[in-house]
């Protein structure tokens, strides 16, 4: 009775050590399944933040001072390029779909700063020198079209002495930032 009972005690434990072993096989799916949807939602994070080059259709601006035209009645003055001025490009490209936008190659995300320092203008920490060229990406005829409205952005800057050439273009590509992102001050907020 004893050999009897150590049989149906064996055949027991390998009962349950192929019960066990399927459980494990069977989590590890659900562990690679879980890490493959991480990684897709990191991708997806890092693509809006902007810490991934991205491409597709969209506009390519030159943006850059120009002298008045002979012959056109009113002659202007160069003017300079100001902060001001690409700000409110990147506004315009935003306001009109703009999915992702670079300014001479310095991608422009939550934490880019454009700004005036002496003679260049900085964006990211970069000082940049015209003519901007600015990729914008989105539907590029949208794009073009609320850029050249009847008096709008372009339409003023050309006025100020700015010209802004637009091209559509079927492929642009917008590289990732490059800087450093850290916080000092804000911390994650615990949910109750």
Do not use: C, W
């Not at 100001?82 to 506004?91: F, I, P, Q, R």
């Not at 990729?135 to 050309?158: D, H, Q, V």
């Amino acid at each position: 009775m004893e050999k009897k009972s150590l049989v149906e005690d064996l055949y027991e434990l390998q009962k349950e050590i192929s019960d066990l072993s399927a459980k494990l096989d069977q989590a590890g799916v659900g562990q690679r399944e879980a890490n493959e949807a991480l990684e897709r939602e990191l991708v997806k994070i890092r693509r809006f933040a902007g810490l991934s080059p991205v491409s597709g259709p969209g506009v390519e601006l030159v943006v850059q001072s120009h002298p008045g035209q002979a012959g056109s009645g009113t002659v202007h003055a160069p003017k300079d390029i100001t902060d001001e001025h690409l700000l409110k490009m990147v506004n315009e490209l935003y306001n009109a779909g703009s999915e992702a936008i670079a300014i001479n190659g310095q991608r422009i995300t939550a934490v880019s700063e454009i700004r005036l320092a002496g003679n260049h203008i900085n964006i990211n920490g970069t000082p940049l020198s015209p003519p901007y060229r600015i990729i914008a990406i989105g539907n590029a005829s949208a794009l073009k079209s609320r850029l050249e409205l009847k008096g709008g952005l372009a339409e003023y800057l050309s006025d100020s002495g700015i010209s802004v050439e637009t091209q559509e273009k079927n492929k642009v590509m917008v590289p990732a930032f490059t800087g450093e992102l850290y916080f000092e001050y804000a911390k994650p907020v615990k949910e109750n």
